[in-house]
């Protein structure tokens, strides 16, 4: 029987997300908040696992009093349990603190019951960073997996496990020992829609919630903006392209019309010595 945690976020959807102009930040105000996509992805990987081998899923987050509704979300999809640390103390967070506050979150959970294996989404969409999973990977001493795209076995009796690891030009086979922590691309399965019972489950389901007291052995200057070393000196939205030739006309006119384009460029080009 296996223990899975699988560690989510509550994320802005920068489908929708605006950036503010005076600022230069996002402004989080003008969209929703989802559950992060590839973090889905993860849940979903983490019930496949317990439904192969059975077993139990929990979910961690670490978040503001509205990060619960991701967590109800992650019911839907089939997790057991949710966590969520939530506190002032925790805010202001980069990718290094927040490694750390999970990884004393995955260690109280461990307490109640064994931890065997940690998923987690490729990226959060709202940071691409991928920094976190390894990160907890790194303070727990356990093999971080990067980039899995499929779990071809899993054996705790023995304590290994493999999986597919995506590459640039196809995949590597890995075997590693358990526990580990896999960071899992979205092609590793697909998310399908929420059954009734499980909905039902989320609707009234109650996560667990502890604030920074509820950890042991917590060094609070690791936390939060003090436990962050991450300066970021200045932000700013992409300018939008300008100019360009718009092609109208029958498909042949239009060939003319690019050629013509590229003769152009490329006598300027010639003109500035940048061709021969």
């Given amino acids: 029987m296996l223990h899975i945690?699988?560690?989510?976020?509550q994320v802005p959807d920068t489908k929708i997300i605006k950036m503010n102009p005076k600022t230069n930040t996002m402004d989080r105000s003008s969209a929703?908040?989802?559950?992060n996509p590839y973090d889905a992805h993860a849940v979903e990987e983490a019930v496949?696992?317990?439904?192969?081998?059975?077993?139990?899923v929990s979910v961690l987050t670490m978040g503001p009093p509205p990060a619960v509704k991701a967590i109800k979300k992650c019911i839907e999809i089939g997790a057991d349990e949710g966590y969520m640390i939530s506190?002032?103390?925790?805010?202001?967070?980069?990718?290094?603190?927040?490694?750390?506050?999970?990884t004393k979150?995955?260690?109280?959970?461990?307490?109640?019951?064994?931890?065997d294996l940690i998923i987690c989404g490729?990226?959060?969409?709202?940071?691409?960073?991928g920094?976190?999973?390894?990160?907890?990977?790194?303070r727990l001493d356990i093999p971080p997996l990067t980039s899995v795209k499929k779990v071809a076995e899993i054996n705790k009796e023995r304590g290994y496990v493999i999986v597919h690891r995506k590459l640039e030009d196809g995949y590597e086979v890995i075997q590693s020992t358990l526990p580990c922590l896999f960071s899992v691309e979205k092609e590793i399965n697909e998310v399908p829609y929420s059954t009734m019972p499980n909905m039902i489950k989320a609707a009234y389901y109650q996560p667990h919630i502890w604030s920074v007291n509820d950890l042991e052995d917590v060094d609070r200057t690791?936390?939060?903006?003090?436990g962050s070393p991450t300066i970021v000196s200045s932000v700013w939205a992409p300018q939008k392209p300008q100019g360009g030739s718009k092609l109208e006309g029958a498909a042949n006119e239009q060939v003319a019309q690019l050629l013509g384009i590229l003769m152009e460029k490329k006598e300027l080009f010639q003109a500035r010595g940048d061709i021969q």
Wanted: glycine content about 10%.
């Fill in 222 to 226: 690791q936390l939060g903006l003090k």
């Fill in 48 to 56: 496949r696992l317990k439904n192969r081998y059975g077993g139990t």
């Fill in 105 to 115: 979150a995955i260690n109280k959970i461990a307490t109640i019951l064994p931890v």
């Fill in 32 to 35: 929703p908040a989802i559950l």
């Fill in 5 to 9: 945690v699988a560690c989510i976020k």
């Fill in 122 to 129: 490729k990226m959060t969409i709202d940071g691409d960073t």
């Fill in 131 to 138: 920094q976190v999973g390894p990160g907890i990977a790194r």
């Fill in 87 to 102: 506190d002032r103390a925790f805010a202001g967070a980069d990718t290094l603190a927040t490694s750390y506050a999970l």
